[in-house]
């Protein structure tokens, strides 16, 4: 089954006007169920644009957006994917467990059934014992866990994520990461996920997809193989090897310095890359 599937997508903001922005074009992405594919470019490049066109929450000026096999209109109305930006969103005058609750208490879930399913989702999320407590008394890195268990309260087969752990320090950002994918391996959720970290990405990803400057085009992917997400994962050839074909996608055309550098950790010697030039796809494996 696919999970999103977008074919010729354009978007233009204000067109016709003297402000008109050409913000995405001739987008064609396919996401099979279970694949978590992160979106990287430069700043501007339409990255959260293309997750918002995912879900509904600004209409494609040109082409089709379809989710879980449906029109992207009628996959926001049947609930069919859990939402988490970089900002977690919780509303201060509710404690933890009724912020989870909330989006089964606007699908009008019963009582019992709101209190089980976040009961269920913060055990998954390790904040079983903060139920009762506010936003405010949670750190931002657990805030970020309050609202991946509310994404996934009413168990949706997609999760989108804009830049969740953008502002947080990096160790809990690492941390989250590891998590987040054991969540997805656990309940089979396919993800979208932007980022400008090249790490954050090729940890996370099955494919990491390379958008240019705008109006933003889907210019390489690349497919990451790493086998088990772990630390060890993070000091392996295959990952140094998927890091520099990211950044090689991200430079375009031209040679890559023997040096990369893992967003703002010490600049590690990497591999020499398998990498492709625009356009392309290329494979990072070990």
């Not at 900002?87 to 009582?111: I, K, M």
């Not at 055990?123 to 309050?146: E, K, N």
Request: proline fraction near 7%; glycine fraction near 8%; include cysteine.
């Amino acid at each position: 089954m696919t999970a999103v599937s977008l074919t010729g997508v354009s978007k233009i903001f204000n067109p016709g006007r003297p402000d008109e922005v050409a913000a995405l074009s001739g987008i064609d992405l396919t996401i099979p169920a279970g694949q978590f594919v992160s979106l990287i470019g430069p700043s501007g490049c339409g990255k959260s644009t293309l997750l918002r066109l995912i879900a509904d929450l600004t209409p494609a000026s040109a082409g089709t957006v379809e989710v879980a096999g449906k029109p992207a209109a009628r996959a926001r109305l049947d609930q069919e994917y859990g939402i988490a930006f970089q900002q977690a969103g919780l509303f201060e005058w509710r404690t933890v467990q009724r912020n989870v609750e909330l989006p089964l208490e606007l699908r009008g879930a019963s009582r019992a059934e709101r209190r089980a399913r976040a009961t269920e989702m913060l055990a998954l999320v390790g904040l079983a014992d903060f139920a009762g407590h506010y936003p405010a008394q949670l750190s931002g890195g657990m805030q970020q866990r309050v609202a991946i268990a509310r994404a996934l309260a009413v168990h949706p087969p997609l999760l989108l994520m804009d830049e969740p752990f953008g502002a947080l320090d990096e160790m809990t950002r690492e941390r989250l990461q590891s998590e987040l994918l054991a969540i997805c391996a656990q309940t089979g959720t396919s993800t979208v996920f932007v980022t400008h970290s090249i790490s954050e990405a090729v940890f996370l990803s099955d494919r990491v997809v390379v958008m240019s400057p705008r109006p933003g085009r889907i210019t390489a992917t690349i497919d990451v193989e790493l086998g088990t997400r772990d630390d060890a994962a993070r000091q392996s050839p295959a990952y140094f090897a998927a890091i520099t074909a990211v950044r090689r996608a991200l430079r375009g055309p031209g040679p890559v310095p023997d040096i990369v550098e893992a967003e703002g950790a010490a600049a590690v010697a990497a591999p020499s890359p398998r990498t492709s030039g625009p356009a392309s796809s290329a494979t990072a494996a070990p």
